[in-house]
């Protein structure tokens, strides 16, 4: 595993390579799936079926096979044992809780002229949520994505997932039925985000599409950015730890392992200024890969992408972390909250040894879909502000429009615009 | 002009006719575009001034000259006619007073476990304003875009414009003064986004981009976004006018010119359950559109674009409002309040004949940069949250991570995550 010293000469150029990723799009990818998009949108339903049974190897003859009723989705919950059954229940409880506080609701004011000034904060009409297939089907991802739609009021949340049977698509579908999902198809691809995108005969068109996909998912995601919103299109997860060299070295393993094992081009970093510690935590390292499962995913990740940093303090810590913006940051301190303070950027903030970033995944309340690749300098996590949107109101009283209707026909007439300009005067009393 | 009848049986068909509109984007454009954002990402400064000497018709040799100090903006306002001046003030102050209350602030609490839950919400550090240059120079536009920003709390907000002298300039210049631009760079294009997106020697790189532009500067702006954010890249700007026949026709007939005036492609649509009164605006528009200096603009953009539709009623209206989702609405009726509540899409909407659009452009406080294309069903008006972003904050007591261990445990366990459920798992009390 790569060790740097933010000491050293070289260290930011160093840094700025080990965060550097080829997100580069595939130009035959663009065009296979540009390709799907036109077709699924001139045929609907038969293109649909046909994509789907070239692709997910099935054999479905009429659309309808391609949709799940909620009394399924029902049925998948009670088929879980009912440890997964509660565990379920109280992560989307929690998210539930957690994502009420971030509705917003309309307001307005009146100015001393009488003029009303606001903005109308309603739902979208419907949204789509894309869950991967396979042993990508995460239900967490569901509940993540499908809560906060709910939260916001949207009345209808269509899920489609290419799901192939078994345990995993019990889960994926129990976890829809609990987060209040409207309707499933079966379905995934580039094909699933087309029939979103501009509905077919019996797939309805939503306004805006979220969720994690292949790299098919993520062209045809952004090919319909305009038509319909979209989320981020997010790159390989990131987390960051900050440690004081306090907390246990084996926790802070591990937690870099958690990260490590979604896949090789994930990244784990740790920020300590205890050179000592950071030889504890390799140590950690060393005896704790062995036993994980996915070793060889980690190995490769934290070998490929991976860093333990020496740093001056942990002011130098948080500089740091405010320019790497990472995904996902722990901050492994007996102090957080002082430190949480000087972070300008970060998708979620995890403070303190006993929240590790596997709590804030699953359960703790906060969304899990997080801004990565150094977005987090200008975006967000998923939340309900995500599903809903925002009308401006305007009501002009008489006198406002005689105060007002001067100013802007001033500004209209410097702007070369002279029916804007007149639309004001006409609203200027002359008497 | 086209008229339409909501009671025809192919009246949405004609409507979807009537609203497409091709934003194909130009193979070549982009191509071009691409060439010129790698170029600037690679030679910096002096590939700045080669583009702009070449396309602005400029002859700078060194890039200081294509900096204005603040002492130059301020003399740049103070040059103003004091009509002007006072007109810019007054835009200003009621911008910015309607943007404070858009600005949200941190929150958190904390559950029966101790656990301590929320999200820190912070201002961009620097955000770049693309103003076009030549008679589409609006200070208006500096107003709406540096405004939110600098209500936000951005430290640092770049201009970047093709500014050529003037009384244009002056206009441009003292906004920027005004609205609290920290630095302006007299470069523009594909150019200007580059410089903008991955900085330069001379020109710093901003976290967001944000202000309308031409084809070059628009596909610019899609390509560098990843790397920065951006806001929606507009499409022609729209104006749907519902009115119950009581307003004076001239009225509706110059509101629909201030938006058709714009460019050809603007669209101006009216729908009124009156047939008369629909005869009434009519005449209107061919009386008043000789007088009109933008005529031939209003008149193309009212013939290709434009639609006259007679409803059944006004709940009517209000449907086929929000099938349309408009940048702007004018509810001009007695009762708009009544109706405001049954719009759920729309970018702005202006209540009551005495609120005209000409005055939400420019003064009445809410912001002009509005969704258009029909992404009032998922998007909003610039505003200050579009400056703020936020990051999750999550503190779990020993007490939560004792009960939220055990819960992540078995959902990681479910995805085949096993070093997410190990992490989980050694923050739960074994004795």
């Known amino acids: 595993m790569r060790k740097l010293n933010s000491s050293d000469s070289n260290f930011y150029s160093s840094l700025d390579e080990l965060l550097s990723f080829d997100a580069t799009l595939s130009p035959e990818i663009e065009s296979r799936v ?10 609907g339903d038969a293109a649909v079926i046909e994509y789907t049974n070239r692709f997910d190897r099935r054999e479905v003859k009429e659309i309808g096979e391609l949709e799940v009723s909620q009394e399924e989705l029902k ?35 009146t100015d001393e002229d009488g003029t009303l000034l606001g903005q109308q904060i309603t739902p979208l009409d419907r949204v789509g949520i894309y869950v991967p297939g396979g042993t990508a089907a995460y239900p967490s991802s569901v509940l993540m994505n499908a809560i906060p739609a709910h939260v916001a009021g ?29 309707r499933i198809f079966t379905i995934g691809g580039a094909q699933a985000v087309a029939a979103l995108a501009f509905g077919t005969e019996t797939i309805p068109a939503v306004d805006k599409i979220t969720g994690p996909g292949n790299a098919y998912v993520a062209a ?30 084996d926790w802070v393993a591990i937690d870099l392992f958690s990260q490590a094992e979604h896949d090789e081009v994930a990244q784990a970093i740790l920020l300590c200024p205890d050179e000592a510690y950071i030889t504890a935590v390799e140590q950690s390292i060393e005896k704790l890969l062995p036993e994980m499962p996915r070793a060889e995913i980690i190995r490769t990740s934290l070998k490929n992408r991976g860093a333990l940093i020496k740093v001056a303090d942990l002011d130098d810590a948080c500089a740091i972390a405010n320019r790497i913006a990472p995904e996902h940051l722990e901050l492994s301190v007996e102090e957080p909250t002082l430190l ?8 979620a903030i995890f403070m303190g040894a006993f929240t590790s970033e596997s709590l804030g995944d699953y359960c703790a309340g906060p969304n899990h879909v997080l801004p990565t690749a150094r977005s987090a300098r200008f975006s967000s996590p998923l939340g309900v502000y995500d599903f809903q949107k925002r009308s401006s109101l305007i009501c002009v009283s008489p006198d406002g429009a005689h105060a007002l209707g001067q100013v802007a026909d001033i500004l209209a007439t410097g702007e070369g615009l002279p029916a804007h300009a007149l639309a004001a005067r006409l609203r200027v009393r002359t008497e």
């Open 340 to 347: 949480a303070a000087k972070i300008r950027h970060a998708g």
């Open 34 to 43: 540009a390709a799907i998009l036109a077709d699924i949108k001139s045929r």
């Open 75 to 109: 049925a998948a919950f009670d088929r879980l044992p009912s440890h997964e059954q509660q565990a379920l229940q109280t992560a989307c409880e929690r998210v539930r809780k957690y994502h009420q506080h971030q509705k917003q609701a309309s307001w307005q004011y």
């Open 154 to 182: 949207v009345p209808e949340i269509i899920m489609v997932s290419p799901l192939r049977g078994g345990a995993e698509q019990d889960r994926v579908m129990g976890a829809a039925w609990l987060a209040g999902v409207t």
């Open 220 to 249: 045809a995601k952004r090919q319909v950015f305009g038509q319909v919103g979209i989320d981020m299109v997010a790159g390989p997860s990131e987390i960051l730890v900050i440690c004081d060299g306090k907390t246990n070295p």
